[in-house]
């Protein structure tokens, strides 16, 4: 018999760390953009693409988001 020799990939330790999101960037006055979550005014300008929350919801989400490792 042979032995085998089994070579595994490094793992890295950021796996479960999802790179930062694209923002838009906050409005200085309005109109606001309407969270999609709850349909309160959020920070970012109507005219920002994509899903736009609330801070509350923002928060909310990273929390799910979150890694628990």
Known sequence: MTESTHVSAPVSASYCTPGPAPRPEPAAEGPFAACVLCREPTEYP????????????????????ACSG
């Open 46 to 65: 109507e005219s920002a693409k994509g899903i736009t929350l609330c801070p509350v919801c923002e928060w909310q989400e990273a929390q799910r988001t």
